[in-house]
């Protein structure tokens, strides 16, 4: 992606205070004064079967961006890929009710949107929020002495995969979809009341890549405690079953030049790390005296979260039990 990207211009401009150099989760642009904008976008293929909470699901995962980057949502804009010659107008009715029922709950507004036809679906939007230029959060800003908190368990990617394949049953999904579901908006609210360092929501990439992003800008390091990891309920099971999606290779692939020592805790819980998330909780630097306090918020709204790690001052990411 580095080399593809090294084609697109990387313009100056003093108002431009977050772009896509250090693959945050947005960019952030001065209007005037304080007043920043946040624009983000995301889109992608179904991850489950039922339209509408496939609508609700990439909705919740656009918008987690604006959230990652410490905003608050105000316009979107949908984007469609839809098989119109082939497929019933109807389900995608239900796709684009699913995506604006979870754009009204976040307080934002759908504003418009694009189509084409497409023999695969696609459906995401493009997201736009506001933000004071004070209080935007970064991803690769964090303090080494931080400690990480996260706030969705993990696993979305291995369980929609063994459903998908009918190694586990349909009833495997209802954790992750309300999960998937679950817009990071009360999180983000949660962390504003804390001395936050970094944020960025966990996606695609799993834990573990984004994670390297977050300490690579500063030659960070951290250390992972895998026993403190919020995971989904048969995570294992689908493990077991070997319900892998090629990103699992491929996000190991991603982060391949960084210092990751083999431990066999990593050995156990290296398909959790590297699970492609989809629509995935916050990973939240900030020190550790509010760590346990932003923790404790977060599973009193009824989130899974945990302190799960450390931010280090070396660039190695230690992966203990």
Known sequence: ????????????????????????????????????????????TPIVDDPFQFGEIAAANALSDVY??????????????????????????????????????SGALVVGGHSVQDNEIKFGFAVTGTVHDS?????????????????????TGTLTTAVKKDLLGPESLEVPIREMSRLNAAAAECAR?????????????GLMGHLFEMLRGEG????????????????????????FTGAHQTNRVYVADYDIPETTALEQYGQV?????????????????????????????????AVVGEVTGGAVINVTA
């Open 68 to 105: 990652a980057m410490g905003g608050r949502p105000l316009t979107a804009l949908s984007l469609v890929c839809y098989p119109y010659k082939t497929w019933p107008a109807g389900i995608l009715q239900q796709i684009m009710a699913g995506g604006a029922s979870k754009v009204e709950e």
């Open 135 to 155: 209080a935007f959060w970064r991803n690769d800003t964090p303090q080494p002495g931080d400690a990480l908190v996260l706030t969705k368990p993990l696993g």
């Open 220 to 243: 960070r390091g951290a250390h992972i405690r895998c026993e403190a990891l919020p995971l989904l309920p048969n995570v294992w099971d689908a493990i077991a079953a070997e319900a």
């Open 193 to 205: 009341r804390y001395k936050v360092h970094a944020v960025t929501d966990i996606t695609g990439f």
């Open 273 to 305: 790390l590297f699970d492609p998330q989809t629509s995935g909780g916050l990973l939240i630097s900030l020190p550790p005296a509010d760590a346990e306090a932003l923790a404790a918020d977060l599973a009193a709204d009824g989130h899974a979260a």
């Open 1 to 44: 992606m580095g080399d593809i990207l090294d084609a697109v211009p990387h313009r100056q401009d003093a108002n431009l205070l977050v772009g896509f150099g250090s693959a945050d989760d947005g960019a952030v642009y001065r209007l005037s004064g304080h007043q920043c904008l946040i624009q983000t976008v995301d889109f992608f």
